[in-house]
C-alpha cells in the first residue's frame, strides 16, 4: 500500500497541471487544511445526473487529499442562488463557496459578497491553470484588476438545437447562418402541426431578441454604460427579422410565453424544427425526444446579419467564487481550485458530456473518438469568429430580459408598429 | 364564581385587576408569536416603502417615490384591472359552480357527501402542485392529456397558456377548479338552514322548481353566499402561485395581476422597495375586503339572533 | 320525467368527478411511464410497461426526508397554533382583556399581510434570533400565520359555550383549568378539528417560505424538494408527477379523516370564519 502522503502528493500533482515541481511549495500548505466548505450550487449532493455524479467524484478526492476536511454541498434551485446568496452575505450566513451565473457578477461584486481570488489562489494555479482556461470567460471575472470568480463548463448558453431529419426534407445538412437566408428555411419548415422555429420568449434570464441582435457582432453594447440601443437601426432589424418569421409560417402567434422548458418539452414531442435551446441540456433533449430520432438533434450557432459571422453569445454561464465572509478562504479557494484539475476536467466531459474548462485537455485522445464528437461541435461554437459575452456590468440585469421578452411576445403577437414596440421597451428601462 | 357575601370595593378591584392580568397573560404568548410572524415583518416592509432597496442595497430614504411612480406607472393599473378582471371572472363561474354542486350533493345523499369529498380533492392540493400539474396537462402537443381531447375532436392542440386570448381564461378556469368546492362546503350548511316547510308551501302554491329557487332559496342562502363571495374574492385576489407556475405574467402582460406585479417587482427585478409599496397597497386592499366580510358576518350573526 | 332528471343528475356529477380526479389520476399515469414513453403519441392513458423508476429516483435524492420534516413541520406548527389559539381564544371570551379591540385588530391584520410581502424582513429576523436555517424555523412561522384563524375560530366556538356549564363543574369540585379541559374543549372539538386541518393544509402546501427560510437539503420542505426536479435540465415530469403524486397524499389523507369535522363544522355554522 501506497502511504497516505505519498498518495496525496501524487494526486496533487497531477492537479497542478501536470508540472510536477511547480506544486511543491504548495502542497506543504495544503497538508494542514482542515475545517468545513460549505457549498452552494444548484447540483445535488444526491443527486443522479451526470454533473452530479462528477462533483461528488471531485469531493471525494478532495477529502481524500484533506481527511480533516468536510465537504457540504447544499444545492440551491438555479435561478434563486444569485439573490440567496447575497441575502445571505448580508445577514453574515453566506455559504464558502458560490455557484452562480456572469450576468449576475457585477452586481454580486458590487455587494462586496465575493472575495478577491487574486489573494487566495495558489502560484501553481495562476501560472498553470489560469492560462489554460478559456480568456473570454475566465477575463470576464476581473473587476478593476481584481478576480472575483472562475468561470466554469465552458459552454454558449442559448444556441440552436435543430433536428436533421427536418432539415433533410429540404435536402440541408443545417441551418443557414445568415438571417436573410434562414427565414425562408424556417418558413418552409413549417408543416401540418410542426413550426419551423420555436423561440422562448418568457424567461427572465435569457432573451432570444438579444441573441438574434448579437449577430451584428460585440459592438452592439456600449463600451462604457454596457447597453444596448433598444431602438436603434439595428434593434429595428430585429424586429424585422422577427415579422418576417411569422409572415412566413416559422413562428407562431399563439405560442407567446413559452418558457425554455416549455420549448424543450414541445420539441421532444415534435412540435419544431428548429429552437433556440439551452445549450448544456443537449443531452438532456436527446433523452427526451420521443417524436423523432434522438440522434438526429445538432447544435447550431445564431445567424449573422449581412456577412458578418453567425453569432455565438456566451452567457449567462456558471461562474465559481468564494465568499468575501467565508472563515475558512483558503480551505474554500483549494476546493474551488480542484475543480479544474485535470482529472475534474477529464471527468466532466466523459461523464457529464462538457466541454472542458482546461483548453490543454482537448489534446487527450479522447476528444478525437465518436463519443466525443458532441463536445467537439460546441468547441468548434467556442473558438468560432462570432463568439462574445455580455458585458461586465450590464445595466438593469433584472429588468432588461423580461422587458425585452415582453418586446418580443409583442412583435410576435401583436400588429403594432417596431418602433413603438422598441421605443416603449427603451422608456420602461430608462435606457 | 362564588363571590365572598361581603366584599369590599378594594377586594372587587383586585379581583378585577387579577382577572385581567390572566387575561393578557392568556392572550400574550398568541399575540407576542402573531405580532412577530406577521405584524412586525409588515412594519419593516413598509419601512422598506419609503426606501429605494435594490438587491439587498438600501440607497436611503425616498419618501413616497415608490407609491407615486406606481400612481403614474400605467402598467400598475393594467395589473389593478387583472386582477379585477381574474377575481371577478373566477368568481362568476366559481359561485354558480358551488352552489350547484351544493344542491346536487344535498339531493344525492349519501352518495352526495362522496361528492363532495372527491370535488375537495383538488382545494387540498398546493398551488405550485396544481401549477405543475396544469402545466403538464395543458402541455400543446398530441401526447398531451388536453392536446389528445383536441386531437380527438379533428382539432389541432391549442396553446392555451401562450396564447394572449386564451392564456387568462385558461389560468381563471384552473384557478376555479383549484377551490370553487370549498365554497360548496360553506353554501352547503347554508342550504341546510332553510326550513323544508317552505318549499312544500310554495309547491302547495304552484311554484315551480326555478321559481322556488328564485323566490326562497336565493334569498335565505344571501348570507351564505355573501360568506362564499367574500372569502373567494380574498382568496382570488391574492393568487400568485398558480400565475407564476403557469403563464409568468404572459402572453404581453395578460396574465399580470397586482399580486403578480408584487412578485416580479419585488423578486424578479429585486426592486424592493417598491415590490414592498405593492404589497402595502395590497394590505390595504386585503383589509377593506375583510372589513367587508366581518361586517356582513356581523349581520348574520345579528340575523340569527 | 323524475328518472330523467335523477340521471341527468348523476350523469353531471359523474362528469364533475372526472373533472375534479382526471388530472390528478393522469399524474399517477405519467408517474409510472418510462422518461421516452412520457411524451408519446397518442398519450398512453395507461403505462404500457408500467415503470417505478420515478419513485426510486425520488427515494435515492432524498425526497422521503423531505417528506418527513414536512409532516414534522406542519405536525408542530398546528399543536404550537391549537394550544395558544385556544388558551387565547378563551381568554378572550372569558376574561377582560386589555386593549381587547386593538388584539382582535390585530389577529384580523395578520391575515391581511400578503403573504411574499414579508419574506425578507421574516428572513432578517430569523437570522438575527439565530433561528435560520434550524429546525425551528418553520414550525414557529407557520404557527404564526394559523395562529389567527386558531384564535378566531375558537373564540367564536366558546362564545357559544355557556359560562354556566364550568361553574357547574367548578361547584362539583373541579378547577376551572380541568373544568376547561374536561367541558369546553370537549364541546370544541369539532372547531379545533376544522382549524387543525386548515392549519395542516397551509403548512404542507407552503412553496415561499419554505424556499426562504431554510438552506440546508436537510431541513427542506417536501414542495421545495420538488422544485428541483424543474431544474437546470429542463423539467423531469416523470419524477415531478411521481412528487405531485406523493405532495397529494398527506393532504387528502387527512382531510378525509377529517372531513366529517370539516364540512359538518361549516354545514351547522360553528364556525363563521
Known amino acids: ?431 | ?305 | 320525467m323524475k328518472i330523467l332528471s335523477r340521471t341527468l343528475l348523476l350523469l353531471a356529477c359523474l362528469l364533475a368527478a372526472i373533472v375534479a380526479l382526471g388530472p390528478i389520476l393522469w399524474a399517477v399515469s405519467t408517474s409510472f411511464k418510462s422518461t421516452n414513453r412520457i411524451f408519446a403519441v397518442p398519450p398512453e392513458i395507461v403505462p404500457q410497461i408500467p415503470t417505478t423508476q420515478h419513485y426510486s429516483k425520488l427515494a435515492a435524492e432524498g425526497v422521503q426526508w423531505a417528506f418527513l420534516n414536512s409532516t414534522g413541520y406542519a405536525v408542530l406548527a398546528v399543536l404550537i397554533a391549537l394550544i395558544l389559539g385556544s388558551i387565547a381564544g378563551y381568554a378572550l371570551t372569558r376574561y377582560p382583556v386589555a386593549g381587547k379591540p386593538a388584539i382582535l385588530l390585530v389577529f384580523l391584520g395578520a391575515m391581511a399581510v400578503p403573504g411574499f410581502a414579508v419574506l425578507l424582513p421574516t428572513q432578517m429576523l430569523a437570522t438575527g434570533l439565530g433561528l435560520y436555517n434550524t429546525w425551528a424555523i418553520l414550525p414557529i412561522i407557520y404557527a404564526g400565520h394559523i395562529l389567527p384563524f386558531a384564535v378566531w375560530v375558537t373564540r367564536s366556538h366558546f362564545a357559544t359555550i355557556p359560562r354556566e356549564l364550568e361553574q357547574a363543574a367548578e361547584i362539583d369540585g373541579y378547577s376551572r383549568a380541568e373544568a376547561v379541559w374536561k367541558i369546553v374543549l370537549p364541546g370544541a372539538k369539532p372547531a379545533l378539528l376544522a382549524a387543525a386541518t386548515f392549519g395542516f393544509l397551509h403548512c404542507w402546501n407552503d412553496y415561499v417560505t419554505g424556499s426562504t427560510m431554510v438552506d440546508s437539503p436537510n431541513l427542506r420542505t417536501l414542495q421545495v424538494a420538488l422544485i428541483f426536479f424543474q431544474g437546470f435540465h429542463g423539467r423531469d415530469w416523470g419524477a415531478l408527477m411521481a412528487g405531485v403524486v406523493i405532495a397529494t397524499i398527506p393532504p387528502v389523507l387527512i382531510f378525509l379523516l377529517f372531513r366529517k369535522f370539516l364540512i359538518g363544522g361549516f354545514a351547522d355554522g360553528s364556525i363563521k370564519g
Open chain 1, 1 to 431: 500500500m501506497k502511504s497516505k502522503t505519498f498518495d496525496r502528493r501524487t494526486v496533487l500533482r497531477a492537479c497542478a497541471a501536470g508540472l510536477a515541481f511547480a506544486g511543491l511549495p504548495r502542497l506543504a500548505s495544503s497538508q494542514a487544511l482542515s475545517g468545513t466548505v460549505r457549498i452552494w450550487t444548484f447540483l445535488g449532493a444526491d443527486g443522479q445526473s451526470p454533473r452530479e455524479v462528477v462533483l461528488r467524484e471531485i469531493i471525494e478526492r478532495f477529502t481524500r487529499n484533506h481527511p480533516d476536511v468536510d465537504v457540504v454541498v447544499e444545492a440551491q434551485p438555479f435561478q434563486e442562488l444569485e439573490v440567496k446568496f447575497v441575502a445571505a452575505s448580508a445577514q453574515n450566513r453566506a455559504p464558502d463557496v458560490i455557484w452562480m451565473r456572469d450576468t449576475f457578477l457585477g452586481l454580486v461584486q458590487q455587494r462586496g459578497a465575493l472575495a478577491n481570488l487574486d489573494d487566495l489562489l495558489s502560484a501553481e494555479f495562476k501560472t498553470n491553470v489560469l492560462p489554460d482556461l478559456y480568456p473570454v470567460f475566465a477575463e470576464k471575472s476581473v473587476f478593476d484588476g481584481k478576480r472575483s470568480s472562475l468561470p466554469l463548463w465552458p459552454s454558449p448558453a442559448q444556441a440552436i438545437f435543430y433536428r436533421k431529419d427536418a432539415l433533410a426534407e429540404l435536402g440541408l445538412e443545417a441551418p443557414p447562418l445568415t438571417w436573410d437566408e434562414f427565414i425562408p428555411v424556417a418558413g418552409r419548415l413549417t408543416k401540418g402541426d410542426r413550426l419551423g422555429f420555436g423561440l422562448p420568449t418568457n424567461d427572465n434570464s435569457v432573451s432570444a431578441f438579444i441573441n438574434i441582435l448579437s449577430g451584428f457582432g460585440p459592438s452592439i453594447f456600449d463600451a462604457t454604460t454596457g447597453q444596448f440601443d433598444v431602438a436603434g437601426a439595428e434593434a429595428k432589424e430585429v424586429g424585422n427579422v422577427v415579422r418576417q418569421l411569422v409572415a412566413n409560417g416559422a413562428l407562431s402567434s399563439t405560442l407567446l410565453n413559452a418558457m425554455g422548458d416549455d420549448i424543450q418539452d414541445q420539441f421532444a414531442s415534435g412540435r419544431f424544427a428548429i429552437v433556440q435551446a439551452f445549450a448544456p441540456r443537449f443531452q438532456q433533449y436527446k433523452q427526451i425526444a420521443a417524436a423523432y430520432d434522438g440522434n438526429d438533434l445538432a447544435v447550431s450557432a445564431w445567424p449573422g446579419f449581412g456577412d458578418r459571422p453567425p453569432a455565438v453569445l456566451l452567457g449567462p454561464y456558471w461562474t465559481v467564487g468564494v465568499s468575501a465572509k467565508s472563515a475558512n478562504p483558503a480551505l474554500a479557494t483549494a476546493f474551488v481550485e480542484s475543480l479544474y484539475s485535470r482529472e475534474a476536467s477529464m471527468s466532466w466531459a466523459k461523464t457529464a458530456g462538457l466541454v472542458p474548462d482546461r483548453m490543454s485537455a482537448l489534446k487527450d485522445p479522447y476528444f478525437g473518438t465518436p463519443e466525443a464528437a458532441d463536445i467537439h461541435n460546441f468547441t468548434e461554437l467556442l473558438s468560432a469568429p462570432g463568439v462574445m459575452t455580455f458585458p461586465q456590468r450590464m445595466p438593469d440585469i433584472t429588468k432588461v430580459f423580461p422587458v425585452m421578452n415582453t418586446a418580443l411576445q409583442e412583435l410576435i403577437g401583436t400588429d403594432e408598429s417596431v418602433d413603438a414596440i422598441l421605443d416603449r421597451a427603451k422608456s420602461t428601462l430608462g435606457w
Open chain 2, 1 to 305: 364564581m362564588q363571590h365572598p357575601p361581603l366584599a369590599s370595593q378594594h377586594s372587587l378591584d383586585v379581583l378585577a385587576r387579577r382577572a385581567r392580568l390572566v387575561g393578557s397573560s392568556l392572550v400574550g404568548p398568541a399575540l407576542l408569536l402573531v405580532v412577530a410572524i406577521n405584524i412586525l415583518p409588515a412594519i419593516y416592509g413598509f419601512y422598506l416603502s419609503l426606501h429605494e432597496v435594490f438587491f439587498f442595497g438600501n440607497e436611503g430614504f425616498a419618501g413616497l417615490k415608490n407609491y407615486t411612480e406606481l400612481l403614474r406607472d400605467s402598467f400598475a393599473w393594467q395589473a389593478i384591472g387583472r386582477s379585477l378582471l381574474f377575481t371577478f371572472a373566477s368568481l362568476a363561474i366559481a359561485v354558480p359552480l358551488a352552489l350547484l354542486a351544493a344542491m346536487g350533493v344535498r339531493r344525492l345523499g349519501r352518495w352526495g357527501s362522496v361528492l363532495l369529498t372527491v370535488l375537495l380533492v383538488p382545494w387540498a392540493m398546493s398551488p405550485i402542485v396544481v401549477a405543475l400539474l396544469w402545466k403538464w396537462i395543458l402541455v400543446p402537443s398530441p401526447g398531451g392529456l388536453v392536446g389528445a381531447i383536441f386531437t380527438a375532436f379533428g382539432m389541432p392542440p391549442q396553446d392555451l397558456l401562450t396564447d394572449p386570448v386564451l392564456a387568462m381564461p385558461t389560468l381563471i378556469i384552473v384557478a376555479v377548479w383549484r377551490n370553487f368546492a370549498f365554497a360548496t362546503i360553506i353554501l352547503i350548511g347554508g342550504l341546510g338552514q332553510i326550513p323544508r316547510d317552505l318549499y312544500k308551501a310554495a309547491s302547495v302554491d304552484g311554484l315551480d322548481a326555478w321559481e322556488s329557487f328564485c323566490k326562497i332559496t336565493l334569498p335565505l342562502l344571501a348570507p351564505s353566499l355573501l360568506i362564499v363571495i367574500s372569502m373567494l374574492t380574498i382568496s382570488y385576489f391574492n393568487e400568485v402561485q398558480l400565475i407564476i407556475g403557469l403563464t409568468g405574467g404572459g402572453p404581453i402582460r395578460q396574465t399580470s395581476t397586482l399580486a403578480y406585479s408584487l412578485y416580479h417587482t419585488g423578486f424578479v427585478e429585486l426592486n424592493q422597495g417598491k415590490g414592498n409599496a405593492i404589497a402595502v397597497i395590497m394590505f390595504l386592499i386585503n383589509m377593506g375586503l375583510i372589513a367587508v366580510y366581518i361586517r356582513i358576518l356581523g349581520k348574520q350573526a345579528g340575523a340569527a339572533a
